[in-house]
Nanobody, 127 residues
Framework: QVQLVESGGGLVQPGGSLRLSCSAS????????IGWFRQAPGKEREGVAC????????????????RFTISRDNTKNTVYLQMNSLKPEDTAVDYCARDLIWYC????????????WGQGTQVTVSS
């Protein structure tokens, strides 16, 4: 059974950092691009970052470039999202998702090609 489990969310002050983990089971990460998405209350889902397999190329939403870093450890079947310089507008439920292909295609941020999703982890940035 394909399963993605996010962890690492929590409450952090503005300017702080969090590292989210996405642990996969029931399949191997080796053949899939993985994306991180988030949804804030009253807002549409937003693609945050995507990482391809193979060359490990990464893609980011403009809103998080320079602050967030996505990485993967296929030996641990886990993808990470390091979030630095957090802002109140980063408050959201963050989800990881598995694509059916190994690379992040041009419209990865829409999430339409993601075949499996985790249950989400809450990130709250507040003083």
């Amino acid at each position: 059974q394909v399963q993605l489990v996010e962890s690492g969310g929590g409450l952090v002050q503005p300017g702080g950092s969090l590292r989210l983990s996405c642990s996969a089971s029931g399949f191997t990460l080796d053949y899939h691009a993985i994306g991180w998405f988030r949804q804030a209350p009253g807002k549409e889902r937003e693609g945050v970052a995507c990482i391809s397999n193979g060359d490990g190329s990464t893609h980011y939403a403009d809103s998080v470039k320079g602050r967030f870093t996505i990485s993967r450890d296929n030996t641990k079947n886990t993808v990470y999202l390091q979030m630095n310089s957090l802002k109140p507008e980063d408050t959201a439920v963050d989800y990881c998702a598995r694509d059916l292909i190994w690379y992040c295609h041009s419209d990865w941020y829409r999430g339409g090609s993601m075949s499996s999703w985790g249950q989400g982890t809450q990130v709250t940035v507040s003083s």
